[in-house]
């Protein structure tokens, strides 16, 4: 038997009375000229009988019963029935349909009894272009993995064909570069780092004891951090609800690089204020914007200098930093300036004190977020922080599978309850794709977000003077 880790354990034991803990990603293709008709209908074939290994990952299953002791340990699928993993959807009306379908996709839980993933073949999309959806439980593989193997089954040659599919154990060709872990892999990694390196338990208490005197201070002094508690209790920090809504669209990169070098500040800093803007302009539409400002979890990549710099693996620190969002701010240039500032310093904190003192300093706000919404009588004043705001590299090169042309990437990430709105953004070639996730339920309209997106953008732009 091969238990699962601590970690992976408690994320089987919190799904159960908590919401789905996977993410996934959405690739939207539009078909090769030299295409026939019956073109998805092909692929979606080749994906079902493709020889091959499966790769291991994608073939182990967690369980627990009686002949374990009650303990999660991890099963391997001798005969993985492919069919029961990759399904085919077709869809009618337009994009809005499209991400409708999305949504219910992703708050269906993943059968436990099997490998907990699932990928959908979806066409129907306007100018023949067709999606994939691709789904993964985070005890399987973590967001850096995940995509780096959805990565893996591209090409950046636009006549290839006869490619394996993404669940296949060895493959030729070429990859896309590194990119780094999704929301929950940056929560855990450094718990992870925490449980294995205990030698040096003393060094990482003081460096959290010294942490938290030092992210008050900050607090007090220099607003550049959130406080301890300090982010105002929002919509997005309640009950998630049964059903999910997803909406998601792309921006120009040299949009977003104009403000930034205008700014003198961070291509993420640009998107993080922009996603600022967003959440500001929604709430204030509905009389719901607080006098204190929103607080976002960001997770914070430093690359250690002890490790071998070519190593992207292992050469990089994962944090995480309560940036305000200035969303109590009218001006959009004084909240991206905030953002700057906070982000600067939390990447000086995270560097100094290291990945796992970050995690361990911001635990309470983290536990105070996503566990008061499932006790009875929680006040409704406080809370940790009011959303989580990532930034993923993707590939830098345009990409095909199988001749069809891969035009945008969006992550759909995971929500919880008291984490009811996810935003995570994509580089994709000369673009940047933003993917929202919510509860149906807080956000009804999340299309809109993608509208108020744009208006944010040109909010900095014109302020700037670069539109």
């Not at 994320?11 to 008709?37: F, K, N, T």
């Not at 492919?82 to 809005?96: A, E, I």
């Not at 929680?378 to 989580?388: A, E, S, V, Y």
């Not at 339920?441 to 953008?457: G, N």
Request: aromatic share 8%; with cysteine.
């Amino acid at each position: 038997m091969h238990p699962l880790d601590p970690l992976d354990a408690a994320m089987m034991a919190a799904e159960l009375v908590s919401s789905p803990m996977h993410a996934g990603a959405v690739l939207i293709l539009s078909p090769p000229a030299d295409a026939v008709p019956g073109y998805v209908d092909e692929l979606y074939r080749e994906t079902l009988t493709a020889n091959g290994s499966i790769d291991a990952r994608l073939r182990r299953y967690p369980h627990r019963g009686i002949d374990t002791a009650g303990v999660w340990v991890w099963r391997d699928s001798e005969r993985l029935d492919v069919s029961r993993h990759c399904l085919r959807r077709t869809v009618s009306g337009g994009y809005d349909a499209f991400w409708r379908l999305i949504g219910e996709l992703d708050e269906e839980r993943l059968d436990r009894s099997r490998p907990m993933w699932m990928s959908y073949l979806i066409d129907g999309l306007q100018d023949r272009r067709f999606a994939f959806y691709i789904k993964v439980h985070h005890t399987l593989i973590d967001g850096v993995a995940g995509l780096r193997m959805i990565a893996d089954a591209l090409s950046s040659d636009p006549k290839r064909r006869s490619m394996p599919p993404f669940y296949a154990e060895h493959r030729d060709g070429s990859s896309s570069p590194p990119v780094s872990p999704g929301l929950v892999s940056r929560l855990t990694a450094p718990l992870r780092t925490v449980i294995d390196t205990t030698a040096s338990s003393v060094g990482l208490i003081e460096r959290v004891v010294t942490g938290e005197l030092s992210t008050l201070m900050d607090g007090l002094v220099g607003y550049t951090t959130g406080w301890p508690f300090g982010a105002p209790y929002t919509r997005f920090n309640g009950r998630l609800g049964t059903e999910r809504a997803v909406c998601a669209g792309s921006w120009a990169k040299d949009r977003i690089q104009a403000v930034q070098e205008a700014a003198g500040v961070t291509a993420n800093d640009v998107v993080t204020a922009m996603v600022a803007g967003v959440v500001r302009l929604w709430l204030g539409n509905r009389d719901e914007i607080p006098d204190h400002s929103l607080v976002g979890v960001c997770p914070i990549t430093v690359r250690d200098r002890i490790v071998d710099p070519s190593n992207d693996q292992h050469g990089n620190m994962f944090g995480l930093w309560l940036c305000p969002l200035g969303t109590n701010l009218d001006d959009p240039i004084a909240r991206l300036r905030l953002i700057h500032r906070s982000m600067s310093e939390g990447k000086r904190w995270v560097a100094k004190r290291g990945s796992a003192a970050s995690l361990l300093t911001n635990a309470a706000s983290i536990a105070a977020t996503v566990i008061s919404p499932l006790l009875p009588f929680t006040p409704k004043i406080r809370t940790g922080f009011n959303l989580p705001i990532s930034h993923v590299p993707g590939p830098q090169a345009e990409m095909y599978w199988n001749g069809a042309h891969i035009e945008e990437i969006y992550p759909v990430s995971t929500v919880y309850d008291g984490m009811a709105l996810n935003v995570t953004t994509c580089s994709y070639s000369d673009r940047i794709g933003f993917g929202y996730a919510a509860g149906r339920d807080v956000v009804p309209d999340i299309d809109t977000l993608i509208p108020l997106t744009e208006q944010c953008l040109v909010e900095l732009e014109s302020a700037l003077g670069v539109r």
